[in-house]
């Protein structure tokens, strides 16, 4: 797989503090002068993007004149929260953060794509991958602490206690499923994006490709919103009360 310009950098600069990080996940890179992948570098990138942002929107921040940056995010904020009220209802509010910060960060992702020379960090399995585990997590825990143990268990054994048996090991599965499908879902359309946008800017690199470009933002904004509503889907269930 070819190098881009900002992995080769990290390979350059930071190749110690990688191959570091690595060895203590007991990984160890194939090649120690290029522990930096594609991928590794890009999500740098998305959290330098995202480290700046604050200073950025801090600039026009004002109660009486927003700027167009704290507009924008008072907009994103409050839908969502709405959305998350509407789904999970009562105690919403605790998790619009991590909503919020989901959405920003997998659209982040998707967009830096469309910048000649750079490539979407969730084009890559991994990626994807990592945060729908994270997001997995998130939701259980969230239950566990709601409800308990016994509470949050009872979920798994369904309405009828004689289809238990039945019932709880084929919601264990459908649960542990969740994050395979949030990984392909949202790493296949970032990936076959990314492909149809190169490879019409290789054949016609003038106006054609301006549309697949915006078809891009258009998947990247839908593929975002989809996994954040599946993210609050899944917390709605997570702490339900039964009745």
Not at 111 to 136: D, K, N, Q, R, Y
Not at 200 to 225: D, N, T
Request: net charge negative; glycine share 6%.
């Amino acid at each position: 797989m070819h190098e881009l310009w900002i992995t080769k950098l990290c390979n350059q600069l930071l190749a110690g503090p990688a191959n570091a990080v690595l060895q203590l996940a007991g990984i160890h890179a194939e090649d120690a002068s290029k522990p930096w992948s594609n991928y590794m570098a890009m999500l740098m990138l998305v959290v330098v993007i995202f480290l700046l942002l604050p200073v950025l929107v801090r600039t026009g921040l004002s109660m009486d004149r927003p700027g167009k940056l704290q507009q924008i995010f008072e907009v994103i904020y409050q839908f969502l929260a709405d959305l998350a009220h509407e789904i999970i209802g009562h105690g919403s509010q605790k998790h619009v953060a991590f909503f919020v910060t989901l959405f920003l960060f997998v659209l982040v992702c998707n967009l830096v794509g469309i910048i000649p020379s750079l490539e979407s960090p969730t084009m890559f399995a991994p990626v994807p991958l990592g945060i729908a585990v994270f997001t997995f997590l998130y939701y259980n825990l969230y239950g566990f602490a709601e409800q308990g143990l016994i509470g949050y268990l009872k979920h798994f054994a369904g309405p009828i206690w004689w289809l238990a048996w039945f019932m709880f090991p084929l919601e264990i599965i459908s649960h542990l499923v969740r994050p395979v499908s949030l990984t392909i879902r949202l790493f296949a359309n970032m990936l076959a994006g990314e492909q149809v946008t190169i490879g019409f800017l290789s054949l016609v690199p003038l106006a054609v490709p301006v549309a697949f470009m915006g078809l891009h933002v258009f998947v990247s904004f839908v593929q975002a919103f989809i996994f954040t509503v599946l993210a609050i889907v899944y917390v709605a269930g997570a702490v339900e009360h039964e009745h």
